[in-house]
């Protein structure tokens, strides 16, 4: 086994082969495969952050969703309320515009009630004095004055 000097200059030439690729090959091969690597790390943060502010949003959503129907439950029963109030106002006031119409009309019978009242008075008195004077006029026996005073009051109450 001899060493010669072809195999030394080849131990020198590898040796410096290695030399150069670890500087000038493996060192920026490893800082790039360092920088990809922290790039996905990057990106996987990224996309849990964006699933984690997803989930708030959807819970804020959910929130805001559950707000706006109590409010909207709300509103309707405030509106529900108001809907009753208006329907037993107008029935208020049509029981006491009802009221007032028969009110007005029990008066108005009872003012013709009255006028026909003094109206057969009148009438009445006027038969009682046409017979009067009929009898007053002619003396007669008292057959004849109740025959009289039947007749009057028979025309007369038949003329009303």
Same mark, same amino acid.
């Given at each position: 086994?001899?060493?010669?000097?072809?195999?030394?200059?080849?131990?020198?030439?590898?040796?410096?082969?290695?030399?150069?690729?670890?500087?000038?090959?493996?060192?920026?091969?490893?800082?790039?495969?360092?920088?990809?690597?922290?790039?996905?790390?990057?990106?996987?943060?990224?996309?849990?952050?964006? $699933?984690?502010?997803?989930?708030?949003?959807?819970?804020?959503?959910?929130? +805001?969703?559950?707000?706006?129907?109590?409010?909207?439950?709300?509103?309707?029963?405030?509106?529900?309320? %108001?809907?009753?109030?208006?329907?037993?106002?107008?029935?208020?006031?049509?029981?006491?515009?009802?009221?007032?119409?028969?009110?007005?009309? %029990?008066?108005?019978?009872?003012?013709?009630?009255?006028?026909?009242? +003094?109206?057969?008075?009148?009438?009445?008195?006027?038969?009682?004095?046409?017979?009067?004077?009929?009898?007053?006029?002619?003396?007669?026996?008292?057959?004849?004055?109740?025959?009289?005073?039947?007749?009057?009051?028979? $025309?007369?109450?038949?003329?009303?």
């Amino acid at each position: 086994m001899s060493i010669d000097l072809t195999f030394i200059g080849q131990i020198v030439v590898f040796l410096a082969l290695v030399y150069l690729m670890r500087k000038h090959l493996f060192g920026p091969m490893s800082e790039l495969m360092a920088a990809r690597a922290q790039k996905i790390a990057d990106g996987l943060a990224a996309a849990d952050a964006g $699933t984690q502010a997803r989930a708030v949003a959807e819970a804020e959503i959910a929130e +805001q969703m559950k707000e706006a129907r109590v409010k909207a439950s709300e509103i309707l029963a405030s509106a529900e309320k %108001r809907a009753a109030e208006i329907n037993e106002e107008a029935l208020l006031k049509a029981r006491t515009e009802g009221e007032g119409i028969v009110d007005a009309a %029990r008066e108005e019978i009872s003012a013709e009630l009255g006028r026909a009242r +003094q109206a057969l008075r009148e009438e009445v008195a006027d038969i009682a004095m046409l017979a009067a004077e009929r009898v007053v006029e002619t003396e007669l026996d008292a057959k004849r004055h109740a025959e009289l005073i039947d007749g009057i009051v028979s $025309t007369g109450f038949g003329n009303a």
